[in-house]
């Protein structure tokens, strides 16, 4: 099993449609989750921190279930500027330090 | 907001050379990352460095990868002898200066380019 899975899409939504992705982790000691946007031939840029309680940002919202180890995001009213790949990230500590995983990204087209 | 910078931006070296890479980390973070993004493939870490010294590196980091942090400020990722398959983009990373499990904040990248 893949450390950190993710269906790589393409999705292709309609503009105001609502899209979710999951991401699986297989290490359970995992602590820390994110969803990062990265944009083509561009850095990751942090979209949001996941919370065990579940966080919402205006239109996105995160969610993490450790006991099946898995997070979704969720993109409400989807527009144009949402296109990009979505990373999901989890991290834990190894020898004191922070390990940080991404997955291969989940590819967003938003058509108008 | 403060932010992470790298140069150049892309680097184009032939097979055999020596690339040095460079990096500007946040002010006042103390750990620092370098990541690697073969086109098209995902992110995979190489290396993390703490204190002057290397705390944890992955499996691609070997002996032809070397970081240093020659002053305060820069952080830098040499690789001594390119191999075509070093053509990547290359991220400099710091964990939020609070603490060491935060959210990454990444550098714009140095496309490498191996010929």
């Known amino acids: 099993r893949k450390e950190v899975e993710q269906d790589p899409g393409p999705f292709n939504v309609p503009e105001g449609a609502t899209v979710a992705f999951n991401c699986t982790y297989s290490?359970?000691?995992?602590?820390?989750f994110f969803w990062y946007r990265q944009d083509c031939r561009k850095e990751p840029k942090l979209l949001m921190s996941?919370?065990?309680s579940g966080n919402e940002d205006g239109r996105f919202t995160a969610q993490l279930n450790r006991a099946s180890q898995y997070i979704s995001l969720l993109i409400r009213d989807s527009k144009l500027s949402d296109s990009a790949t979505y990373l999901c990230?989890?991290?834990?500590?190894?020898?004191?330090?922070?390990?940080?995983?991404f997955g291969t990204g989940t590819k967003l087209q938003v058509i108008p | 907001e403060p932010e992470v910078t790298q140069t150049p931006s892309h680097q184009v070296t032939q097979m055999g050379q020596e690339v040095i890479l460079r990096c500007v980390p946040i002010?006042?973070?103390?750990?620092f990352y370098w990541y690697r993004q073969i086109l098209g493939q995902k992110v995979e870490f190489l290396v993390s460095?703490?204190?002057?010294?290397?705390?944890?590196k992955s499996e691609i980091f070997d002996d032809q990868f070397s970081v240093e942090r020659p002053d305060g400020s820069n952080f830098t990722l040499k690789i001594r002898s390119t191999k075509l398959e070093d053509s990547a983009m290359y991220f400099c990373?710091?964990?939020?200066?609070?603490?060491?499990?935060?959210?990454?904040?990444f550098g714009p990248g140095t496309r490498l380019t191996v010929l």
């Open positions: 990230v989890v991290s834990f500590i190894s020898g004191g330090y922070q390990k940080v995983t």
């Open positions: 990373a710091s964990p939020d200066g609070s603490g060491r499990y935060n959210e990454q904040f």
């Open positions: 290490n359970s000691a995992s602590q820390s």
């Open positions: 996941v919370y065990s």
């Open positions: 460095f703490y204190n002057n010294e290397i705390s944890e």
């Open positions: 002010s006042n973070h103390l750990y």
